[in-house]
Each structure stands twice: as structure tokens, then as C-alpha cells.
């Protein structure tokens, strides 16, 4: 993948590669195709991606099978519930990351993986993986899955999850998931 050609957009751009590409890149990468984003959205299979609304629906996660919630704002103003909010028929995971470049997500991106991951890999298993708009930390979160599990480098995770809801994952989250995208490939080419 090292070196691959990504098409982003704007001809004005000229050719770029995965190694060459810019926050400005991604941002543009982003910003590209169609707005969609409803309170949830399965962005992979039996993996959706969502809002604080569809997670204090517990009815409508019930209808849909979600099994397993990972609160990527865990503790803040709108993203409160806890294990006690949705009984013993959900596995919960917390995470209490701020929506700031400055935070740190990036402790958080393989622990998070891997419980997406156990997820996904339990029978029956459906999960829930929402912030407070569904689109900077969780998303920033179900990317690194994909890097991690699925070894997509960032511009095919952005791809990926893109045909299926708008994110936008800030500043700072962009940068720690570029570096998790070249140690991966590092680690890979050894």
C-alpha cells in the first residue's frame, strides 16, 4: 500500500500518495461525496455508527440486535449512560474522550479495536459505536478498527465508512490516526 496513488477530488491537487497526504488531503477526502447522517448508520457489517440519540434509545438498539455499545463520550454532558442505563443484555465500553485536537484518542484506538472486534466475532454480534454527533470520536474509533483488524490504510478506512455515513474526524484525531496509519505500514514492510 506504501506509495499507492489516491485520487481525492480537485485535478488541481496532482498525484499524491498515501505517504505525501496532508490533514488539508484528508480533509478534502472528507469533505467528498454525499452528506448522509441519520442517528445510526451500518458503516460495515453488524457495525453502525451513530449519535447520543440513538444511544438513549434503547427500544430501537433492541429492534436492530446491537448487542455490545462503544460510548466514545463516555461521561460527558450528553453521553452519560453506563452499564446500570442499558441492563445485562448490552456489553458497554466507555471511553471519555473530548471532542479537542489536543486530546489523546489515540490511547484509546486499540482498545476499542479489540472490543469491536470481540463484537463482531461473537455470534449474533452487532455493535453500537456512537459519540455525541456520531462523527468525530466514534468515527475516528471504528477507522482505527479497520486499520487495526482489517489492515486498511487510513485513506481506505475514510473510504469505507464514508459510503455509508459523513464523518469528520477533528484536527488532532486526523493526525494521531495518520501516525497509527504509517506505524501500521511500518510494522507491515519490516
Known amino acids: 500500500m506504501a506509495g499507492q ?7 488541481d491537487l496532482g498525484p499524491l500518495t498515501e505517504d505525501s497526504l496532508s490533514i488539508q488531503d484528508l480533509e478534502q477526502l472528507l469533505n467528498t461525496g454525499s452528506p448522509s447522517c441519520h442517528h445510526t448508520d451500518e458503516v460495515w457489517p453488524n457495525l453502525f455508527l451513530g449519535d447520543h440519540v ?3 434509545s434503547r427500544f430501537d438498539l433492541w429492534k436492530m440486535g446491537i448487542n455490545h455499545i462503544l460510548n466514545a463520550a463516555h461521561g460527558t454532558l450528553y453521553c452519560q449512560e453506563s452499564h446500570d442505563f442499558y441492563g445485562t443484555t448490552i456489553e458497554y465500553c466507555g471511553v471519555p474522550a473530548h471532542d479537542l485536537p489536543s486530546f489523546d484518542i489515540s490511547l484509546y484506538f486499540y482498545s476499542s479495536a479489540e472490543f469491536i ?5 461473537t455470534p449474533g454480534g452487532k455493535i453500537f459505536v456512537h459519540c455525541a454527533f456520531g462523527i468525530s470520536r466514534s468515527s475516528s474509533l471504528v477507522l482505527a478498527y479497520l486499520m487495526i483488524y482489517h489492515h486498511f490504510s487510513l485513506v481506505k478506512a475514510i473510504q469505507t465508512v464514508k459510503e455509508h455515513r459523513w464523518i469528520f474526524p477533528n484536527r488532532g484525531f486526523l493526525k494521531q490516526l ?3 496509519d504509517l506505524q501500521l505500514r511500518k510494522n507491515t514492510n519490516k
Do not use: E
Request: a positive charge; hydrophobic letters at 40%; glycine letters at 6%.
Open 5 to 11: 496513488c489516491v485520487s481525492l477530488g480537485p485535478k
Open 54 to 56: 440513538a444511544a438513549h
Open 117 to 121: 472486534h470481540k463484537a463482531l466475532t
Open 178 to 180: 495518520r501516525n497509527l
